[in-house]
């Protein structure tokens, strides 16, 4: 007998779904097929709804479970995110309303200055949320940091070198940290006649806000400053003001180079090249 997930999810995952759901019928399997997730579109009940779901190492879904718990409830109650119905965090399992609406990526909104603006007033919801001060989180990036610096990459011995002795300065401090998305740009974008929503919250975490905008800045923004004044225009103050924005960037591109060096990513991984080479001019650590 075919199974309603046609053998998508772990057997646990699709009873527990079956459970959760009366009859649900898959529609599409929209999963990237990149790191060991499952993402599928699913009917039950007359109703659109997302089950989201991870193999043995994944990460993401336990991180978007905690999301639900109370982060995303200011943009629930506009709308702008979905809100979660079921979770199993020991499965690996979840399911969500799907929202209505096209991706941002690749099309002509990815580039329109009212959905930056809109973007920064959701951001701005999200990071309303709970701030605290997290006394370990500039050494326990750091880490994280050289920890991709110690795997396999193709970043040069020199540019390496220069990151490894501006990150030595970084262990130790405190920083004020903030519910924040971890991948917001476009490709986790809806529009839907006009208006912006916010998808997959997989990796969520208590950062510095401006942790938000390394993506932004790197890609859309980089030739479009015009985007990145709308995005504050509805955000507010500008995270980017921050004493560790450059550190930040740094961080955010030795992970996007060596994650596409271990994917196979090329174009992703001269992104990441290039980021990397930009902050560091930036940290004055090298000019080429």
């Given at each position: 007998?075919?199974?309603?997930?046609?053998?998508?999810?772990?057997?646990?995952?699709?009873?527990?779904?079956?459970?959760?759901?009366?009859?649900?019928?898959?529609?599409?399997?929209?999963?990237?097929?990149?790191?060991?997730?499952t993402v599928l579109h699913v009917r039950a009940d007359g109703a659109d709804l997302i089950v989201k779901a991870g193999g043995p190492t994944n990460h993401h879904l336990?991180?978007?479970?905690?999301?639900?718990?109370?982060?995303?409830a200011s943009l629930i109650a506009r709308g702008l995110a979905a809100p979660l119905r079921h979770a199993d965090r020991s499965a690996r399992v979840l399911v969500l309303d799907r929202l209505p609406g096209m991706?941002?990526?690749?099309?002509?909104?990815?580039?329109?200055?009212?959905?930056?603006?809109?973007?920064?007033?959701?951001?701005?919801?999200?990071?309303?949320?709970?701030?605290?001060?997290?006394?370990?989180?500039?050494?326990?990036?750091?880490?994280r940091t050289l920890a991709w610096l110690d795997g396999p990459h193709r970043i040069q011995r020199t540019v390496e070198n220069d990151?490894?002795?501006?990150?030595?300065?970084?262990?130790?401090?405190?920083?004020?940290?903030?519910?924040?998305?971890?991948?917001?740009?476009?490709?986790?974008?809806?529009?839907?006649?006009?208006?912006?929503?916010?998808?997959?919250?997989?990796?969520?975490?208590?950062r510095p806000a401006c942790t938000d905008l390394c993506h932004l800045a790197g890609q859309q923004w980089r030739d479009r400053p015009d985007l990145a004044d709308a995005f504050i225009e509805g955000y507010g103050p500008d995270p980017r003001d921050a004493p560790q924005w450059p550190i930040e960037q740094l961080r955010e591109a030795?992970?996007?180079?060596a994650y596409a060096f271990q994917i196979g990513d090329a174009d992703f991984e001269a992104q990441g090249q290039r980021m990397l080479r930009e902050a560091l001019r930036m940290l004055g650590g090298a000019s080429s």
């Open positions: 007998m075919t199974r309603w997930d046609c053998g998508l999810l772990s057997s646990r995952q699709a009873e527990l779904v079956s459970g959760w759901l009366h009859s649900p019928e898959m529609v599409a399997d929209l999963s990237w097929g990149i790191v060991d997730s336990g991180r978007e479970i905690d999301a639900h718990d109370g982060a995303t991706l941002v990526a690749g099309s002509e909104s990815e580039h329109d200055p009212d959905v930056h603006r809109q973007a920064g007033a959701a951001l701005a919801l999200l990071h309303s949320g709970d701030t605290h001060v997290d006394p370990d989180y500039e050494e326990r990036v750091t880490e990151v490894r002795r501006l990150l030595a300065d970084q262990r130790g401090s405190a920083a004020h940290v903030v519910p924040t998305h971890g991948d917001w740009q476009p490709r986790n974008w809806l529009i839907d006649q006009g208006t912006l929503r916010v998808i997959d919250f997989g990796r969520f975490a208590y030795v992970g996007t180079a």
